[in-house]
Each structure stands twice: as C-alpha cells, then as structure tokens.
C-alpha cells in the first residue's frame, strides 16, 4: 500500500502493516534461524531494511536476506564483525579507514537534526593514485568492516529511537574529473565491486544522495553508474541548485551538514595553512559556529598584490533552531586591505565568510592571517557589553574549528585553547596572542540585515 513507501518506517508503536511484514519475514526464515544463523542479523531494524529495499515483498525479502547469509559466508564475517564488538563508530576503529577517508576526502562523524547520519565526501579532491596503491584485499577488507560497523552503529540507534536510521550522503563534484575515472577500468571495476556488495549485503542504509556542484560531463558518469544502482537508490539521488545549496543543505541536515562538508574537503588537502587561495571566478568560505548571546569577531588582510577591488567580502549566519533562517550580516562588498569585524548571536547557529574573486583574468586572490574567535558577550557595570572568550564546547559537533571551503568547502582548523582548567584571564591572554585581537579595529562595526540568501551572493 501506499503507506508502505514512506521515507521511514516507525519500528514501535507506528505503522501496523510494516510491523506484520516483520513479522512474517521473520517466520519465513525460520530454517536459516534453526540453521544457526546469528540472532542480530533478525533485528527489527535489520529486517525492516530488506523489506523496504524490497518494496516490502515478502518473497523478494526472503530471498536477498538468503543471499546475504550467503555473502557472509563465503567471506568470513563473523570473524570480521568480532573485531568491531564495542567499538565506537570512527575511523579508527577500523584498520586502513582514516586512511581510506583521506583518499576519498570523507567526513562521517555528523549527524542532522532528526537522528540521521551525515556522510559528505568531496570527489574532487580524492586521491585516486593512492586509492589504487591500496591492494584490492586491504581495500575490500576495510570496506567490508567499515559497512559492517557502520550496520552495527544504525541498527544501535535504531533500536534505541524507535525509528529506522539511516545516513544522508552529501556528494560534492567540485574539480572532479569525470573523464579521468570513466577510463580508469581499473578504479570503475573496484567501484562496480563495492556498490555491488553494498546493495547485496546492506540495503537500506542511506535515506538520500545529495549531489552538488556537477562538473561538464557529468552525465556520462551517472549513465555508467545507474545500471549498478538499483531503483530505489535512484529515487533517493538529489541534485542541488547552485543559487540556493545553503537553504538547500540545512532543510536537508542542519548546520551539521555545512560543518560535514567543510571537514571532508579538508581531509583532501595536503598542506592545510591560514591562508586561502580564491581563484578567479570562484567563491571561497569559512565557517565557524556560535553559541547564543556569543560575538563572534574576525580578522583577515589582502596580499599586497591582490589589492585590486575585484574580491568581494560578504558574512551571513545561519540560525539553529526549528526553523534555520540565513540573517545576511555584512553585504558583498570590496575589500582591497585588512578587515576586521564582529557579530552577536541572539541564538546558536553557524556563521559563515565569503570571498568571491570577480576578477576576470586566471588570477588566484590571497586571503592571509585568517582569524575567528567566538566570545561571551556580558554587561559590565556600567551596562555596556563586555566580551570574555570562551571555549567553545562540542554539541556532537566539531565547535572548535573555522572552516574554509573552496566552492564549496575547506576548513581551516582555529585552535581556541587547552588546559584542564581555562579561565577568563587566561583565554583573554590566550585569545589575544593567537588572534592578535588588541590589533582588530573595534569600529568596523558589522550591520545585521534582514532576509535571507547564499553566502557569497553578490
């Protein structure tokens, strides 16, 4: 029925009908119960998958879940999943994985409002000559191991929400080379083997594909992918409007998913530096994120030789909340020298900084000495605001990066303080060496403006 073919199915107390279909795939595979088969693999959460990966046939359900005992065996995972037993879900608890997420520029430590997982990884800055260093055994054994803990993590957070988990997977095409990898037979048939496995032995584990940024040629590319996709998959690919991929991102996963997105192309860089190289024609960003009542102040200069006009400077936030709203802070405008300015939240949310380079010779643009703090702001005796740093603390979220992304994303890390125990004396001191704050001019005061628009709009 219709209602089978919502984005999710409620494991308790929800749909009647998915409950019953659980229920009979359950006693359709009695054998495979009493062959002894492990009792996690009949999870509500992992029963559910195959069906809805089914579109909730019975008979088809039956015979992928089969297929998959099958896979299983053939390739040894029980031995592979007692490994994974109690490890928490990152990159280092699988061998070869940190590694693998660099070559693939991932980031998948995020997680949008509603429970979801977000995974963003930046295509154009994989490394696909290390990717190939990598032996097809070590390759497949992470990937096997990486899915299976990845399975163990959603099917935790499943059963404890009550709801089906799945991951929303942000692809970002910036500078990817769709030539290169369509006649590199060797990387299309590992990529035919993973997605294969995937489908066979994990369905139902990404609610939605987000693409961005797609780059000349790009239907070539998703004609050789869809004959290894199934329908379903298919149905979950969404494309971003280049004009509204902000607004479009946090509908979809919040500021978490801007924050994904700037971790994951970082990842692909190898010399990360304060400095930020906007080429001619493109938008760079930064992002840092602020707590309610907080002012969030910035710093940066111009390289000497750059100084023509032709970049433009803008500044917007991002609110949290249930309703996200993007405030513009400071408008496009030229900026030839140094730049300081400042913000106050009224509510926690996600600032964000663009340079977009209008120039229309190939010349790259320097931004230099790139600084962002977030402080307390409270009144002082007299009533005015006074500002003490503080350290920004984690909501599940990295709080304590900027990030920098190059049309789209690149963060650069701003480190804010240690120790056991700050105190506003010493982070003062700490806020101004670092950041070099007695030198910001305090007057270049930022004017909040209503509306709302992508960053970098001129």
């Known amino acids: 029925g219709k209602g089978h073919k919502n984005r999710y199915m409620e494991l308790r107390d929800g749909d009647e009908k998915a409950a019953a279909a659980r229920a009979a795939l359950f006693k359709e595979l009695a054998p495979e119960r009493e062959a002894g088969a492990p009792a996690y693999l009949f999870g509500e959460p992992r ?109 935790d957070l499943s059963e404890r929400s009550g709801r089906l988990v799945k991951a929303v997977q942000f692809r970002d095409m910036t500078g990817f080379s769709i030539a290169k990898v369509l006649w590199d037979a060797k990387v299309m048939g590992r990529l035919k083997k993973v997605l294969s496995m995937v489908n066979l032995a994990f369905p139902e584990t990404v609610c939605k594909i987000v693409l961005m940024n797609l780059p000349p040629g790009f239907n070539l590319l998703w004609a050789a992918l869809q004959p290894m996709l199934n329908d379903r998959i298919r149905n979950k690919v969404k494309f971003l409007h280049k004009d509204k991929w902000i607004e479009e991102v946090i509908d979809l996963v919040g500021t978490s998913g801007l924050e994904a997105l700037v971790r994951a192309r970082r990842l692909g860089v190898e010399s990360p530096t304060v400095s930020i190289q906007v080429p001619s024609g493109m938008v760079e960003y930064a992002s840092h994120r602020v707590g309610a009542g907080q002012m969030a102040r910035w710093g940066f200069r111009i390289g000497p030789k750059d100084a023509g006009g032709s970049l433009r400077f803008s500044v917007v936030f991002v609110s949290e909340g249930d309703k996200h709203r993007v405030q513009q802070v400071r408008a496009a405008a030229p900026v030839t020298c140094t730049e300081t300015g400042k913000f106050t939240a009224k509510e926690p949310g996600l600032l964000l900084l663009a340079w977009t380079n209008c120039g229309t010779w190939a010349r790259t643009k320097q931004v230099e000495g790139l600084r962002i703090i977030a402080q307390d702001a409270q009144p002082d005796a007299m009533g005015r605001s006074a500002s003490t740093p503080q350290r920004l603390r984690s909501r599940g979220t990295r709080a304590d990066i900027c990030g920098c992304f190059g049309f789209l994303w690149s963060p650069i890390p701003i480190e804010v303080g240690d120790g056991a125990q700050p105190s506003p004396e010493a982070d003062m001191e700490l806020a101004r060496r670092r950041f070099h704050l007695d030198d910001a001019d305090d007057t270049d005061e930022t004017v909040p403006a209503g509306g709302a628009g992508p960053a970098g709009a001129p």
Request: charge should be negative.
């Open 47 to 155: 029963l559910q998958r195959f069906l809805q990966g089914n579109e909730f046939n019975l008979e088809d359900a039956a015979a992928h879940f089969r297929k998959m005992l099958q896979w299983r065996a053939q390739v040894g995972m029980e031995e592979r999943r007692q490994q994974l037993i109690g490890k928490p879900w990152s990159p280092d608890s699988v061998p070869g994985l940190r590694h693998l997420f660099q070559c693939l520029a991932v980031d998948a430590g995020g997680y949008a409002p509603d429970g979801n997982l977000v995974w963003a990884q930046c295509d154009g800055f994989a490394h696909f000559d290390k990717l190939m260093d990598i032996s097809d055994e070590d390759l497949l054994n992470t990937m096997y191991m990486m899915c299976e803990l990845r399975q163990i993590h959603l099917d």
